[in-house]
T-cell receptor, first 111, second 116 residues
Framework: AQSVTQPDIHITVSEGASLELRCNYS??????LFWYVQSPGQGLQLLLK??????LVQGIKGFEAEFKRSQSSFNLRKPSVHWSDAAEYFC?????????FGAGTRLTVKP | IAGITQAPTSQILAAGRRMTLRCTQD?????MYWYRQDLGLGLRLIHY???????GKGEVPDGYSVSRANTDDFPLTLASAVPSQTSVYFC???????????????FGPGTRLTVL
């Protein structure tokens, strides 16, 4: 079965600084990879997804992620963080019957 | 278009009581899912349904049951609630990729359940 690890439970960055959230996956076949964001009290919203092709994918809100098969990673990046980016971020890998989520990384943005 | 609706928004329940969480989607997705979200554990799949009339067990199915009588509705039932079922419950739906894997999931707003 597929699995996802997000090594960082909590990250704090200053507004305007760059951001990288780490994600490592385990999956036997070609992975379908996703990043979701969850604001407090809300459901999850898709930021971006990777199925195949270009390993650098662009998403909403200025986010991007890079798929690196050799490292089994799918890290999320943003060049300049805004205060509204403060939220919980989840990496996920899609399988045949379900989607496995990482435990999440909580992002705090300092003024 | 509402997407996915869940009811109730929140509920406080006495242990031993029966409870059904409701989930309805209007996107005509074949697949639907129930997750629970607990601090530090992310989202864990309880049950899923690939199409109306079929269901399957996820990662943490014990104490929960589901049914899928039609495409739109996917209720989750706790037959006899216990305090460890205190959690936030999310319903989701999705289509499939061309390769048959689970595609982007669309989530409802969640139900916050407290079992005392």
């Amino acid at each position: 079965a597929q699995s996802v690890t997000q090594p960082d439970i909590h990250i704090t960055v200053s507004e305007g600084a760059s951001l990288e959230l780490r994600c490592n996956y385990s999956y036997g076949a070609t992975p379908y990879l996703f990043w979701y964001v969850q604001s407090p009290g809300q459901g999850l919203q898709l930021l971006l997804k990777y199925f195949s092709g270009d390993t650098l994918v662009q998403g909403i809100k200025g986010f991007e992620a890079e798929f690196k098969r050799s490292q089994s990673s799918f890290n999320l990046r943003k060049p300049s963080v805004h205060w509204s980016d403060a939220a919980e971020y989840f990496c996920a890998v899609g399988g045949n019957n379900d989607m496995r989520f990482g435990a999440g990384t909580r992002l705090t943005v300092k003024p | 278009i509402a997407g996915i609706t869940q009811a109730p928004t929140s509920q406080i329940l006495a242990a031993g009581r029966r409870m059904t969480l409701r989930c309805t989607q209007d996107m005509r997705h074949n697949a639907m899912y129930w997750y629970r979200q607990d601090l530090g554990l992310g989202l864990r799949l309880i049950h899923y349904s690939n199409t109306a009339g079929t269901t399957g067990k996820g990662e943490v199915p014990d104490g929960y049951s589901v049914s899928r009588a039609n495409t739109d509705d996917f209720p989750l039932t706790l037959a006899s609630a216990v305090p460890s079922q205190t959690s936030v419950y999310f319903c989701a739906s999705s289509g499939r990729t061309s390769g048959g894997a689970v595609n982007e999931q669309f989530f409802g707003p969640g139900t916050r359940l407290t079992v005392l």
